[in-house]
């Protein structure tokens, strides 16, 4: 299944610099890095996937999602 994952709902004080997807995938962890990723899933189940947005002032959060 090809999932896109979109970060727009994202915002900052400062400008975003950064947005790092997280997840683990066949025995591996994956990263993708942009507002919208695209990830193709061929192994059924439930992926907790991770978003991290970093800003201009080093700071970051996350957020995930399964």
């Known amino acids: 299944t090809l999932v896109t994952m979109d970060a727009y709902a994202s915002t900052d004080n400062v400008a975003i610099t950064r947005y790092e997807w ?6 591996d962890h994956q990263f993708l890095y942009g507002r919208v990723v695209t990830w193709r899933f061929d192994l059924p189940g439930e992926y907790q996937v991770i978003l991290v947005v970093y800003d201009g002032a080093s700071n970051h959060d996350t957020d995930s999602l399964v």
């Open 22 to 27: 997280k997840f683990f995938y066949e025995g």
